[in-house]
């Protein structure tokens, strides 16, 4: 794996090595220009099996199937912007792949490109110890991780599920799928929603349900963080 970063800048022709402009039609901030966008792609790209990627706001959602795709590409191009964003002829002229990582807004692009290079490089096989991606297969799979624990088995009053320590793998199992669903159906009820749940899986679903969670103090706390609009 090579990874090279290259300043945007070095792709100017005038003395104060300018990259942005005003908008068309006014408005507040800065565009990000096409011309060094444009001159540096063309120079960093090898042809066909280049990738281009553009980080913005305004890109379909990065996800873990897309991380999946980029993984086996040859050659990967991420453009990071500044200011109010690009000049529109930019992903569109170069072909690219526009991005977002999240529903939140940056300062540029520099940071999304990280995320994106982080959760692509985990999948390259060889470049990690695999068992990230086997990790990766229970996202995937479309539940959240069921909860983990090691020693000690009571840690400032709180116990480890004392299922985790009865040695019965079957137990363990059924648990285990339980409390992902238990977490799915809180945390991710989208995900839920678009889960394949198996004949097992719509009974713990059912034991889940009726089992009213009494709210912490810290989670009443968090809740009004955590209801969506
Ligand atoms: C840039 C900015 C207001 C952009 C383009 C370049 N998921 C995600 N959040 N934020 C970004 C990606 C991102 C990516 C590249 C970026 C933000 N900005 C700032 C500010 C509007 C914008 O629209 C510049």
Redesign the pocket.
């Known amino acids: 794996m090579e990874i090279r970063v290259h300043d945007l800048r070095s792709w100017t022709h005038d003395r104060h090595h300018v990259v942005d402009d005003m908008p068309y039609g006014g408005g507040a901030?800065m565009v990000?220009k096409p011309e060094p966008a444009f001159e540096s792609v063309e120079a960093l790209c090898r042809g066909p099996e280049s990738r281009v990627i553009?980080?913005?706001?305004?890109?379909i959602p990065?996800t873990q199937e897309i991380a999946g795709e980029l993984a086996r590409e040859a050659h990967l191009i991420l453009l990071?912007?500044?200011?109010?964003?690009?000049d529109d002829r930019i992903p569109r002229g170069l072909g690219a792949l526009e991005?977002?990582?999240?529903?939140?807004?940056?300062?540029?692009?520099?940071?999304?490109?990280l995320v994106v290079l982080d959760a692509v490089v985990r999948l390259v096989p060889g470049v990690l110890g695999d068992a990230a991606s086997a990790q990766t297969d229970s996202f995937v799979t479309g539940l959240l991780e069921y909860p983990q624990y090691t020693r000690p088995p009571t840690y400032r009053g709180m116990a480890v599920p004392p299922v985790l320590l009865s040695g019965d793998h079957q137990a363990i199992a059924r648990w285990r799928r339980k409390e992902a669903i238990r977490r799915t159906l809180e945390r991710r009820p989208d995900l839920l929603a678009r889960a394949v749940l198996s004949e097992l899986d719509r009974e713990l679903l059912a034991e889940v349900e009726e089992e009213d969670a009494s709210p912490s103090e810290a989670s009443m706390k968090n809740e009004k963080l955590t209801t969506d609009n």
């Open positions: 901030g990000l553009v980080l913005s706001p305004q890109g990065f990071c912007g500044r200011y109010e964003g690009f991005l977002s990582i999240g529903d939140y807004v940056l300062t540029g692009g520099e940071l999304a490109a």
